[in-house]
């Protein structure tokens, strides 16, 4: 009996932080204490083989062990987590370089375009390089808020307004480089309507990364289309949804509860980029608070 107990409070610290642990004991030990007082029977210790103080010195050093390996585990956790951050801190910071020669070689062609003088060319060459610069800037926006989230683990939520999604949906689908051929694979339902609160940019990084992924497994699969459309909650159903879904490829359901969990997509980062997406879909729930991911 006591080795039974001494092993569960030790694989529980294991599994869980101490402070976990504690909660848990104190909770069962109430509701133990709770349910044998209500059954009216008194408390009786009845002395035999095992001392108390045996069994308490074996209780308190099952604790203490299972509190130095669950200590460490979480040193692990935090070291890598911590990697993980200034990998992309770094990697945030060597794009701006590129982006930086990539816009001045943008106005340097802007110099040259003047003196170009027929009209339409020029138009057509002033359309292209707005593109340029406009894309350039947004990725440095990109950048500073990726920055900010990975520093503070959270969405800023000071850039935050209220938007009208289809308004969000249809600009961030202008703004996307969208080939010919893969226009006609999105369909987009103009049936509903509804405000959301969040910043611009984030949604349109979601949004763009949803694309981005589907269209490359409908490439890869050689057939699949990708649906948009929004749902609005009726009856005790509080939430509203956005609906983004490709039938070229999907992500394991039974995954999706893990996606909260910072070490779990540290592991699935190699193999499957998807999941990234998923975590920065509950990141943007988690900073909104009224929406939730479907």
């Given amino acids: 009996m006591v080795n039974e107990l001494c092993f569960s409070y030790f694989f529980l610290l294991l599994v ?3 402070r976990g642990t504690l909660v848990l004991t104190f909770l069962g030990c109430g509701l ?3 349910s044998y007082f209500s059954s009216h029977q008194m408390i009786e210790y009845i002395p035999g083989n095992i001392s108390l103080f045996s069994l308490s ?5 099952a604790i203490m062990i299972g509190a130095l390996f669950a200590r460490d585990r979480e040193i692990i956790n935090a070291g890598r987590l911590s990697g993980m951050r200034m990998l992309a801190s770094s990697i945030a910071h060597d794009l701006r370089t ?4 990539i816009y001045l070689q943008a106005e340097l062609q802007e110099i040259i375009l003047k003196k170009i003088k027929n009209s339409e060319i020029r138009k057509d060459l002033q359309e292209s390089l707005n ?3 406009r894309g350039i800037e947004t990725s440095n926006r990109l ?3 990726q920055l900010s989230n990975i520093k503070h683990n959270k969405f800023n939520t000071r850039n935050f307004a209220i938007y009208s999604i289809q308004n969000l949906i249809e600009r961030s689908l202008d703004d996307y480089p969208l080939k010919e051929t893969q226009k006609s694979l999105i369909q987009v339902s103009n049936e509903n309507n509804f405000s959301i609160w969040l910043e611009e940019l984030a949604f349109k990084n979601l949004l763009w990364n949803l694309l981005k992924n589907s ?3 409908i490439e890869e699969m050689g057939k699949g289309i990708i649906s948009i459309w929004l749902e609005i909650g009726s009856g005790k159903d509080n939430f509203n949804y956005l609906h983004v879904r490709d039938t070229a490829r999907g992500l394991y359901s039974k995954n999706f509860e893990k996606v909260f969990e910072s070490f779990f997509l540290i ?3 190699v193999q499957d980029w998807d999941w990234l997406i998923v975590n920065y879909s509950c990141k943007m729930q988690e900073a909104i608070f009224f929406a939730r991911v479907n």
């Fill in 215 to 217: 269209l490359e497994y």
């Fill in 267 to 269: 592991a699935k980062m």
């Fill in 16 to 18: 869980t932080s101490v």
């Fill in 143 to 145: 950048i500073s808020m």
């Fill in 32 to 34: 133990a204490l709770l």
């Fill in 98 to 101: 590129p982006l930086a020669s």
């Fill in 57 to 61: 010195a074996t209780f308190i050093a």
């Fill in 131 to 133: 593109k340029i610069t």
